[in-house]
């Protein structure tokens, strides 16, 4: 019988509400978490929630806020295991786009920041809980990136890594940063995160006397449904190559892509022109014949500035609703199918056990007359999304009653 999870397991990631100082983290705890929660039924849920760098500077310059936050957490029931480290600005600015990838691992600032989320997840965690994890951005933006970053990169993870390592000692909780590939950075594809985790980690590992089986205890994988279907991989062979090689898989965010059936019909693109919105990079791939050709981002690809081949399907880096199975028109489908592949994977695989939640940040972003128009629209909306996750799981025999 495969591990299973328990309903108040499953949560959403709170990056979907605009929020980038502590007291908007706070105010979507009450507004929207909670009510979440309330709708589903539950007397406790996990969430996964994202912190910017402006919150988490915040939360530990008192301890006040500190304790205000564990009282916030406490007042709705709201349990804290993992938690997003990914972007660290203003992710609901009115352009993200690259911005989201700043500051990339190469950079200081990237690794203050992780350390200070650590922090406070060690204070977050549940008493009887002693594991925490923390999805981290997959080193940087891939049209920048550099040999010489990818090194340092590497350097500043081993610096994390031992830095969790001491948190442990100190604290007895265990915090795992877990790389979530993503289309158009530096680790875009599953062969590339593992080259990185058991070639180059590995290497910077020995160079600096450090246990590898330190490094591989505190860094692991955070992996998005969508982001892998994007790129067109096996997300089953995927899941168990990365397992396979020893990385802990410690998050896991079910998302669903955009999938344009039809390129090539004007009547597609056209419907596509109501994804291609400034706030967020929309990467686009598809399959030919050497494998999968990807460009930046839709807008530029719709408006003729780079050019895809269009004999195969699109498949679009915008999360849509788990629960959505065709957008505007049949012409616009999703890649919610691949999630199957992911329950089987856990079903089979009983030690693999990960957090999980569901992540559609872009709720606010879909076509005008598919996005929620009120609060509770939005939240019965993340409700029926974690309804249908629930189903899945209950398929496979992975949710316990």
Same mark, same amino acid.
């Given at each position: 019988m495969a591990e299973r999870w328990r309903k108040q397991q499953l949560g959403y990631c709170s990056n979907v509400h605009p929020g980038e100082s502590l007291a908007e983290v706070l105010r979507n705890i009450t507004d929207f978490i909670s009510p979440v929660r !309330?709708?589903?039924g539950l007397t406790e849920m996990e969430a996964g929630l994202w912190l910017s760098e402006r919150a988490a500077s915040e939360l530990l310059s008192a301890p006040a806020h500190l304790k205000q936050w564990q009282l916030q957490l406490e007042k709705h029931a709201i349990q804290v295991r993992s938690l997003n480290g990914f972007p660290a600005g203003n992710f609901h600015q009115a352009r993200v786009k690259e911005l989201a990838y700043l500051p990339d691992w190469s950079d200081p600032a990237r690794l203050e920041y992780s350390l200070k989320l650590a922090k406070i997840l060690v204070a977050s965690l549940p008493d009887n809980e002693s594991y925490g994890t923390i999805s981290t951005l997959p080193l940087g933006y891939a049209q920048?990136?550099? !040999?010489?970053?990818?090194?340092?990169?590497?350097e500043q993870l081993i610096q994390l890594a031992t830095a969790l390592a001491t948190l442990e000692q100190e604290s007895g909780k265990q915090i795992r940063f877990c790389i979530e590939m993503e289309p158009g950075c530096a680790l875009e594809y599953t062969s590339q995160l593992i080259a990185f985790y058991d070639t180059t980690l590995r290497q910077t590992a020995a160079q600096n006397q450090i246990p590898f089986a330190l490094v591989k205890r505190h860094l692991g994988c955070c992996y998005d449904i969508c982001h892998q279907a994007v790129m067109h991989e096996d997300i089953y062979a995927s899941l168990d190559a990365i397992h396979r090689i020893g990385i802990t898989i410690g998050k896991l965010q079910v998302s669903s892509a955009l999938v344009a059936n039809q390129p090539a019909r004007a009547d597609t693109r056209n419907d596509l022109q109501a994804f291609a919105e400034p706030k967020y990079m929309h990467q686009v791939a598809t399959q030919v014949e050497q494998g999968c050709k990807r460009i930046d981002d839709l807008a530029a690809l719709l408006d003729g500035s780079v050019a895809l081949p269009s004999s195969n399907p699109w498949r679009i880096h915008f999360h849509v609703p788990l629960q959505a199975t065709e957008l505007i028109s049949q012409r616009l489908t999703t890649t919610a199918d691949q999630i199957s592949h992911v329950c089987r994977f856990l079903e089979q695989h009983q030690d693999c056990h990960p957090h999980i939640e569901v992540e559609t940040y872009?709720?606010?972003? %879909?076509?005008?007359?598919?996005?929620?128009?009120?609060?509770?629209? %939005?939240?019965?909306?993340?409700?029926?999304?974690?309804?249908?996750? !629930?189903?899945? %799981?209950?398929?496979?025999? %992975?949710?316990?009653?």
């Open positions: !309330e709708q589903r920048d990136w550099t !040999e010489k970053k990818q090194q340092q990169a590497a872009t709720w606010q972003l %879909l076509p005008e007359d598919q996005r929620p128009n009120s609060n509770d629209a %939005l939240i019965t909306g993340i409700c029926g999304e974690l309804s249908w996750l !629930e189903q899945q %799981l209950s398929q496979w025999q %992975l949710l316990s009653n």
